[in-house]
C-alpha cells in the first residue's frame, strides 16, 4: 500500500467516533516505563488475576 493510498483511508468524519471507541477500549490501561522490577514492586507485587506484559528492551 502506497503512502496517497494510506491517506486516503483516513476519514475525518469517522475521528470522533474512533477516538471515543479508543478511550472506552484503553479505559482500564496503565502503561508505565520503569524497570521490570521496579513496575512489579509499584503495583503491590503479582496477585492472582493480574496480568502484566513486560515489554523487553530493544
Known sequence: MT???RAARFN???LEA???ALNE???G???ER???RSF???MGGVREGML???DPLY
Request: glycine fraction near 0%; charged fraction near 35%.
Open 3 to 5: 503512502d496517497l493510498e
Open 12 to 14: 475525518i468524519l469517522r
Open 18 to 20: 474512533r477516538l471515543d
Open 25 to 27: 477500549r484503553l479505559a
Open 29 to 31: 490501561v496503565t502503561i
Open 34 to 36: 520503569l524497570p521490570w
Open 40 to 42: 512489579i514492586e509499584r
Open 52 to 54: 502484566f506484559y513486560l
